[in-house]
């Protein structure tokens, strides 16, 4: 079983960056493949990014490429989100999960407690 949790969220303005952080428990990190997704208020959670268990494979929502980078250091049990260029629009709750395959859909095993991105225009 792996336990993941999010942080690094905030309040930024327009145009500004955040990194946020998914620690993920458990030795067996290294075999889950892990995306990000995010839910504003009143809409569905909608998937973001996502990497495969070695960095391989890596899917992207289209309105955040070239803004948001994923990325995982196996070694430390995390993976990363990189958001520069945020725009009003990205303000949700952002969600990480681990599953057994990489996918842009909901079909993820764990998941965080989310954590909150405001971006103010």
């Known amino acids: 079983q792996v336990q993941v949790v999010e942080s690094g969220g905030g309040l930024v303005q327009a145009g500004g960056s955040l990194k946020l952080s998914c620690a993920a428990s458990g030795r067996t990190f290294i075999s889950y493949n892990m995306g990000w997704f995010r839910q504003a208020p009143g809409k569905e959670r909608e998937f973001v990014a996502a990497?495969?268990?070695?960095?391989?494979?890596?899917y992207y929502k289209d309105s955040v490429k070239g803004r948001f980078t994923i990325s995982r250091a196996n070694a430390k049990n995390t993976v990363y989100l990189q958001m520069n260029s945020l725009k009003p629009e990205d303000t949700a709750v952002y969600y990480c999960?681990?599953?057994?395959?990489?996918?842009?859909?909901?079909?993820?095993?764990?998941w965080g407690q989310g954590t909150q991105v405001t971006v103010s225009s």
């Open positions: 999960a681990a599953g057994p395959i990489v996918t842009t859909t909901l079909a993820y095993d764990y």
């Open positions: 990497i495969s268990w070695n960095g391989g494979v890596i």
